[in-house]
């Protein structure tokens, strides 16, 4: 079992050098302290406590770093960083990304008396300009006019909605004094029935009075 173990971990780190030595940089001394990666001119400036390894320079370089104008590799817990820095005059990156502050990296972010080296890169690349693209006049003019003309259909839609508004307060405003000119009416029914009511009875009594007073000049005589 410890035997099929062993093979099977093999396998894997033998899948995984052959997958890091495919996508490797290749890295070749050409001088004392001269050096190319992938074709590209390097100098090796520092070389504290040999920290300059090629094969595993091999492995960790990526072409992002092309674009630095020094690149700055450490060790820690047996794994080898690389990190980019520019020139002090340069206009790309930020402050702490010049090479005037290596010694902070070194001291905030590495192991304390880590081994390191220090490469120039000769031949910098640098990164292409994104261009604007301008748009057309005509596309500018057209856009222009479609929105002028929203504006002006929701000028509309707003006077539309105002008028219909006034419209809908007139009719409201006719129908309330409608309404009171028909309660009015109503009222002034109802009291004139009552007053004729009133003077029937009136009448009434008037005449029940008079033909009382004439029975009595009647029994008199």
Known sequence: ??????????????????????????????????????????????????GFQVEKLEERFSQILTKYDYIVGDWGFDQLRLHGFYE??????????????LEDYLYEYCNFGCAYFILKNLSVAVPAKKVKKFRRKDNI???????????????????SFGMGQRVNKKRAKEVSDKQKFEIHQR????????????????????????????RQKNKEN
């Open 187 to 214: 009222q002034d029914s109802k009291k004139a029935i009552k007053n004729s009511k009133k003077n029937v009875i009136k009448q009434n009594k008037q005449k029940r009075q008079r033909n009382f007073t004439i």
């Open 88 to 101: 002090n005059d340069s206009q790309r990156g930020l402050p702490s990304q010049s090479i005037s502050h």
């Open 1 to 50: 079992m410890n035997s099929e173990k062993k093979e099977r971990l093999e396998a894997q780190l033998a899948k995984k050098a052959a997958t890091l030595k495919e996508y490797a940089s290749k890295v070749e001394v050409t001088g004392k302290n001269e050096l190319t990666i992938d074709g590209r001119p390097y100098l090796l400036i520092k070389n504290s406590r040999d």
């Open 141 to 159: 003019l057209s856009k222009s006019n479609k929105t002028k003309e929203v504006k002006k259909l929701s000028v509309a839609k707003k006077n």
